[in-house]
Every structure is written in C-alpha cells, then in structure tokens.
C-alpha cells in the first residue's frame, strides 16, 4: 500500500488489515502506525531493489498520489517533475517490479487510484493528466497481464474527506461540491470499502474497470 | 428480515443473483414471465409476470409490501437485421429494457424515500458504449445507464442509492442468441479467453446491493474483462 500514512492509504490499510491481510504500508516520512517501509516514490531508480526485499505481494495498491494545487501559469518544473513521478511513473515501475512474480504465480491483484479529475477539465492541468494516465495504465496492464490471472482496476473518488481535499484549489472543490446529491464530501473508508472488494472479493471477470465513488460527482 | 426484488429471475444473471441474496437471508421476490428454467428455492417467492405490462407494475409493487433492493435485470434481445426490425419487436425491447424498469423505480421509490433507505441495481450491458448487432438492444441499455444517473440524482438526497452494472458478453441463454461473429469478436477482446458467468455479474449487483458505500451512486460497473470497454 502506497501512500499508506493518512486519509485513502491508512483507511484502506486498515481495512486489509481487518480482512486478515498482511500490509505493508510505505509513505515517504514515518508517521503513525501506518508506515513499514519510509521511501519516496520520487526516487524511481530505487523502486526495483525495493520490491526484492519485500518479499512476495500478492495485491498491490498504487494509492500513492499528489496534487500540486496550482495554476498552469505557476507550475514549476519541480512541481510538474515530481506530479508525473509520484502519479504516474512510480506506479508502472511498481507494477512492473511487482508484476513477474505475480506472472510466476498466476495470480495477483493490482488496484491503482484514479479520480473523477480524469474525466474532466482541471484546475491542476498535471493532476489531471497524471489520473487519466492511472486509467490508460490500468488497462494497458489489465489487458496484458490479465491473461495470466492478475486482475488490474481502478477507483475513481470524487471529492473525498483527506488532506488532498483541503489543499485543493477553492473552485475545484466547489465545482465538485455543487454536483454531489448528498452534499457531503466522501468519507477515506467508503474508498477503503471499494480497495478491500477489488482485492479480496470481486470476481475474476472484473479487470481493467474503474470504480467511480462519486456520489453524482462528474458521472461519465 | 431485507427484502430484495429480482426481476428476470428465472435464469441467467437474475437467478444468480437471486439464489446469492437468498444464501445472505434476503426476502427474495423472483419476477419472470417464465419460471421453466429456474430452480430457486421454494424459500424465494416466485412471481409469473410479464414486464410488457407497463400498467400493472405499480398495482403489482404496492402488494409486495417492504423492497429494501430492486434489481432491474429483466431483459430483451432479438437481433433482427437493422433494416427489417419488426416494430412489434422494437417496442417489446423497448417496454422490457427501458419502461419497465422505470416503471418498477417509480413503484418502489415512494417507500424507499420514506425509510430514507434502499439500493437499486440496473443490469445494463457494454452495449451501452459500443454499436451492437441488436439495434434495439444497444439503445435501451445505453438509456438504461442514462436512466441509473438520473434516478440516482432524483433519490440520492432521500438516501437512496442507485448503480448499474454493464456485463461483457455472459453465458446465459442470451448469448446462445448472439451471431457467430459477435461471440467471435468477444472470444478475440476478452483477457481471460471466456465470456462472463452469470455468477459473476451476480456477485458484482450483490456488492451494489448490499456493502457498497454509500457514495457509490450513479456508477456503472464494468463487469467485462476487457470485452468492448468503453
């Protein structure tokens, strides 16, 4: 589980580790109970000899995600750098460091976190980007490693209770406020509900879908 | 004691789903014009009906007493040539896919407002996203999808919850219907070189049904493995 020291992560952490999962939570700084393995995802070199010492993983949850925040006209390099690194390229490395073991047992399952923001305009251009990205690889790898028994999907969240949430730019929220029926924004545990059925209950036959929890949220 | 309310339940993806929400110790209505082929528990209430007509459905809900889950998975499908479509056809499709289902969320709708609770699932079909060699078919799943999102707006503030799920190609009695050269192009696009087993489906509508969180609402989910995705 990356991303695993607060909202989406730990809540889903939590609830694997309920179902009897053993979880290995990475985040980039130790914080709380939720973090096993302090890296950051950045540093996408490192990923490969990480996976060697994790020893075998059976489910991989690539929840790991960043939201810059800003305008496209104050994007830094950095910021653009580290958004597709974190987003994007640290996933696929994982599913490509995770996914040969997985081949060799014919089994395994892959849940990447995706967002409404892929279906829709942005107010951070690279955030969605880099989710709509999450869905084009969700498929990619649904589509190639399916085959071999590994079930690759994806949630959608709309405007979620997390840290990610508050710091997003007020007309985002807004816009996405305005569309939900209850009103409310979801809570980490109702996309933590989602994490656990795609990895321990959803049939075989679900692979390359995307779960939207959008409560009306930009219903595509 | 829940109630669920299984419409097409007489084979196929209702019956999976039906005999699923029976083993969880649901209430279980069965509704199906045929029950030849079905073999559910004499524990599950069977009711003879014929969907096409649209005028006793409400008359019908009223004497059911409590639905906590409306599973509108009734379906048509014929594949009759584009260009020579019967109307008589066209309109059984329509009235089956499209009307009843409305029909049947406007019956149960007023009860479930009032106990600001209940969850309805609409089998849809990745036909919805793609042409399909049933015109008729294709048109009504995709308004069925359409219809999920627009329920789910009206009954979403009244707690209500309403999802579709949209099935790739699954081993049904339907599918025996389907012309070589689509079931060619499924076998060709499928990851896993198999259509859907009913049961499949029958555990995602379960989900939906039952655990799903509540901010799952107006969501259609793939069942499909990569069979006409959209």
Known sequence: MTGAARGIGRASAEALREAGCKVIGLDREKSGEGCDVVYDLTDLAGIRRLVERLGEIDILVNNAGVQTAVSIDRYTDEQRARILRVNLEAPVELIRALSPRMLARRSGRIINLASVAAYTAHTDVWYGVTKAGVISFTRTFAAQLGPHGIQVNAVAPGPIDTALLKNAQPERIEALMRQVYTKRAGKPEEVADTIRWLALEAPPIINGAVVDITDGCFLR | ?230
Request: hydrophobic share 45%; net charge neutral; proline share 6%.
């Open chain 2, 1 to 230: 004691m829940k109630t669920v309310f299984v419409t097409g339940a007489g084979r196929g993806i209702g019956l999976a789903a039906a005999r699923l929400f029976l083993g969880d110790g649901f209430r279980v209505l069965a509704l199906d014009r045929d029950f030849s082929a079905c073999d559910l528990p004499k524990t599950a209430e069977r009711i003879t009906y014929d969907l096409q007509h649209l005028d006793g459905i409400a008359a019908l809900v009223a004497r059911l007493g409590e639905i906590d889950v409306l599973v509108n998975n009734a379906g048509t499908l014929y594949c009759h040539p584009h260009d020579a479509f019967p109307t008589e056809d066209a309109l059984e499709i329509i009235t089956v896919n499209l009307r009843a289902p409305v029909a049947l969320i406007e019956a149960v709708a007023p009860q479930m407002k009032k106990r600001k609770a209940g969850r309805i699932v609409n089998v849809g079909s990745v036909a919805a996203f793609t042409g399909h060699p049933d015109l008729w078919y294709g048109a009504t799943k995709a308004g069925l999808l359409n219809i999920t999102k627009s329920y789910a707006g009206f009954l979403g503030k009244d707690g209500i919850l309403v999802n579709a799920v949209a099935p790739g190609p699954t081993l049904t009695a339907m599918y025996e219907q389907l012309p070589q050269s689509r079931k060619d192009a499924v076998m060709r696009s499928v990851y896993s070189g198999r259509p859907c087993s009913p049961d499949e489906v029958a555990q995602t509508i379960f989900w939906l049904g039952t655990a799903a969180p509540a901010y799952i609402s107006g969501a259609t989910l793939d069942v499909n493995n990569g069979s006409y995705p959209r």
